[in-house]
């Protein structure tokens, strides 16, 4: 078994790995990471846990020896020195957050207005979504956003296959709560969110360079996106709206989504819109397209699980297929909302 620590365990990703980490027959949970909840119980954190007993230590990477993987569930700014440590250590890590999730300086300072604290580390993370980068063996990955995952889900196939160009995609994107993270914030209390619908981050949200990152690396040139990410009243999942320019049919768009998901475990296509609650809970995507011929637009969607998909269970999930292990190892593929 691989020795498995969780950095940043106290918070709602970090508890959703910690859920998957305990019933991995791969990986042996020995510590779990925690900034201002250190030294509490984990069933402080999270009741909903099993073991509950446990402690939360420190997110300091030497308060903990012998370890084969990490995975880092820490906020912005938090997880560069800690997955640098850890790297260069022989440590597999798992990075959640968004230290090292674009390639270059440059895109860094685009994305958070500040330069990097280590930019020639960029160039040594992959980024981890396996469906459209191979992350086999890789030592350090840096897992991608919730949005650009739904995003690039849905558009990356069409725009490969020639179908759709990128000129002029436009990515809506809705999200629950919980994308937030678990921190007290005023516009994210149960009255300013309730009964309410908002756009956010508009023309200036951190995802939109990671979306163009991905999609200059998978497909080459370079792209620009308009994303505009909508919060609604719900706990989790996303829902990616993505318009793209083509002219084929919606039976060809979609014969081109199933092809090149034949063989990923976690992403279905369908022939109707997808609904988050179809995904809550599970690893799973739901992608799907349609042509607009009036217009010449082609409309494709992604749904999937903000936390699991968009976080932890991607995390899991790149993972398992950088230790040879199997992909869909401890990983649900259904979601229990009907």
């Known amino acids: 078994m691989f020795k498995t620590a969780v950095f940043g365990a106290s918070g709602y990703a970090g508890g959703e790995l910690v859920r998957i980490l305990d019933d991995h027959e791969a990986f042996d949970l020995v510590h779990l990471g925690a900034h201002s909840q ?3 119980r984990l069933a402080d954190v999270h009741p909903q846990l099993s073991s509950g007993d446990r ?16 995975f880092l569930a820490l906020p912005h700014g938090a997880s560069a020195e800690v997955g640098k440590a850890l790297r260069q250590r022989g440590v597999v890590v798992v990075d959640l957050g968004s230290d090292y999730r674009l390639d270059t300086e440059s895109r860094y300072q685009e994305a958070y207005g500040s330069p990097h604290p280590y930019p020639d ?3 040594q993370w992959v980024f981890g979504l396996p469906e459209l980068f191979d992350v086999k063996g890789a030592q350090a990955i840096a897992s991608p956003g919730c949005y650009p995952t739904a995003v690039l889900l849905a558009a990356a196939p069409l725009l490969e296959a020639g179908l759709a160009s990128a ?5 809506d ?6 994308g937030a993270g678990r921190a007290v914030k005023a516009e994210l209390t ?8 908002r756009a956010y981050g508009v023309t200036t949200h951190r995802h939109r360079p990671e979306i163009e990152m991905a999609l200059d690396a998978r497909l080459g040139g370079q792209h620009r996106v308009v994303f505009t990410p909508h919060l609604v009243p719900m706990q989790r999942g996303i829902l990616a709206t993505v318009t793209l320019v083509g002219e084929c049919s919606t039976e060809d768009a979609r014969r081109c989504l199933a092809d090149f998901y034949a063989d990923a475990p976690f992403v279905d296509v369908i022939d109707q819109p997808p609904q988050t609650r179809w995904v809550v809970g599970s690893n799973r995507a739901l992608v799907t397209a349609f042509s607009d011929e009036r217009t010449g637009r082609l409309i494709a969607l992604c749904a999937i699980d903000n936390l699991l998909k968009g976080a932890a269970g991607q995390a899991v999930q790149a993972a398992n297929v950088a230790l040879g292990l ?3 190892a401890g990983l649900a593929q259904s ?3 009907p």
């Not at 402690?55 to 990490?70: K, Q, R, T, Y």
């Open 167 to 171: 000129e002029g995609m436009v990515a």
């Open 335 to 337: 979601g229990w909302m």
């Open 190 to 197: 149960f009255g300013a969110v309730d009964e309410g619908v």
């Open 173 to 178: 994107c809705l999200s629950g709560v919980s």
């Open 326 to 328: 199997e992909e869909t």
């Open 121 to 123: 580390e960029l160039s």
């Open 38 to 40: 250190e030294g509490s």
């Open 55 to 70: 402690l939360l230590g420190s997110n300091d990477p030497d308060s903990v020896d012998h370890l084969d993987v990490a």
